[in-house]
């Protein structure tokens, strides 16, 4: 079972940086590797935005063009575990964002509907 729980989140001034990490404490590190892994956010008002997603093995990455060479994916299959490494943080950065998993690889891979397990979210505030 897919139990993902997001942490790193916090304030931070314009500029600044912050790496969330995203644990699934439900599955072994074999099934881990099996899944896509992603990044939304939503700020209050607005719906879900896609950030970042990455592959099972690495291969698939993308982003979303407001966080492009900004935002870094990664992750370590070892300690089931994915990262967004976030620097030159703006304020409309600001929102909760979430961890997604799926099996399917390359299903909407940059959309909602194409991640099926969550996480609850981690509040990242920007100010300038």
């Known amino acids: 079972q897919v139990q993902l729980v997001e942490s790193g989140g916090g304030s931070v001034q314009a500029g600044g940086s912050l790496r969330l990490s995203c644990a699934d404490s439900g599955r072994t590190f074999t099934t881990f590797s099996s899944y896509k892994m992603g990044w939304f956010r939503q700020a209050p008002g607005k719906e879900r935005e896609f950030v970042a997603v990455?592959?099972?093995?690495?291969?698939?990455?993308d982003y979303g063009d407001s966080v492009k060479g900004r935002f870094t994916i990664s992750r370590d299959n070892a300690k089931t575990t994915v990262y967004l490494q976030m620097n030159n943080l703006k304020p409309e950065d600001t929102a909760v964002y979430y961890c997604?998993?799926?099996?399917?690889?390359?299903?909407?891979?940059?959309?909602?509907?194409?991640?099926?397990?969550w996480g609850q979210g981690t509040q990242v505030t920007v100010s300038s």
């Open positions: 990455i592959g099972s093995s690495g291969g698939l990455i």
């Open positions: 997604a998993a799926d099996l399917r690889e390359y299903y909407r891979a940059n959309d909602v509907r194409g991640f099926a397990s």
